[in-house]
């Protein structure tokens, strides 16, 4: 089985090395199952040292790329070339990961093998306590529209803090939900008068696999690590506005099947 994950990273001098020790662990039992692992890292234009450690690190990784932007994309933008550069490829599996060290990738081995075991075509993380070091906001929030996404999407089974930045999916899936983005986009324009949101690019990718493609995908628990960044109440009230946003509009492109 051919697998390809990319993570978009942005200020993650401090995180990235550790992430990538781990992933070439992964790679090893990987390797021993007959899989095989690329990975992409996506450095939206970091302004401290991520460029360096990913060029040094790379040197001796033979499965990992870097692909350093010339300008900030955006997560949302990161998003789509990651989803791209998988479904162009012979991959089996595509998937992404956050580059700040919440996730581990050991946790892939165990979700690879539900959907090679036919027990889902994908995953998509929840978050469960007591290592994520999350505040009340955070908590409380994610609770809230990490249910009524998964609600939303047809998730097998119910977020506790949604943590989509954690995915992996049938590639075939993948291709037909890229292909419906570019419909929903066009589809949004015309019926609305509001800017695309620069967030829930995952909650939108999730939907239109789950739902446009009729996947089977299962909120899978991670043990996730450290404090999340940069989740603050405003940011999230942002995020949040723009997963309803969203909720309303594929709603209305994309209607689940009764």
């Not at 996506?42 to 040094?56: A, F, K, M, P, Q």
């Not at 050991?106 to 090679?116: G, K, P, Q, S, T």
């Not at 469960?128 to 009340?136: E, L, M, Q, S, T």
């Not at 995908?217 to 996730?224: D, F, T």
Request: proline share 3%; with cysteine; glycine share 8%.
């Amino acid at each position: 089985m051919k697998i390809r994950i990319f993570i978009p990273a942005y200020n993650v001098e401090k995180s990235i090395e550790k992430l990538l020790i781990e992933f070439a662990e992964v790679e090893l039992m990987l390797k021993l199952r007959h899989h095989d692992l690329s990975v992409l890292i996506i450095d939206d234009n970091s302004t401290d040292g991520t460029r360096e450690v990913l060029d040094r690190m790379a040197k001796d990784l033979i499965w990992l790329e870097v692909m350093h932007n010339e300008k900030n994309l955006g997560n949302a933008g990161n998003i789509v070339v990651g989803y791209r550069w998988g479904a162009d490829s012979d991959a089996n599996i595509v998937g992404c990961m956050d580059a700040d060290g919440e996730h581990s990738p050991y946790a892939m081995i165990r979700h690879l093998d539900m959907i090679e075991n036919r027990e889902c075509e994908g995953v998509v993380g929840s978050i469960i306590f007591p290592d994520h070091d999350a505040n009340h906001h955070d908590r409380n929030m994610m609770r809230f529209w990490g249910g009524m996404q998964a609600a939303m999407a047809g998730i097998d089974g119910m977020f506790y803090i949604q943590s989509p930045g954690y995915n992996l999916h049938k590639r075939y899936s993948v291709v037909c939900a890229l292909e419906l983005l570019e419909k929903y986009k066009a589809f949004f324009a015309a019926n609305t008068t509001e800017t695309f949101p620069r967030w829930g690019m995952h909650g939108i990718m999730i939907h239109l696999i789950a739902v446009g493609t009729g996947a089977h995908i299962k909120a899978v628990y991670l043990e996730c690590f450290g404090k999340s960044p940069n989740r603050t109440p405003e940011k999230l009230l942002l995020q949040a506005n723009a997963a309803n946003t969203h909720g309303v509009m594929l709603a209305k492109f994309l209607p689940k099947k009764s």
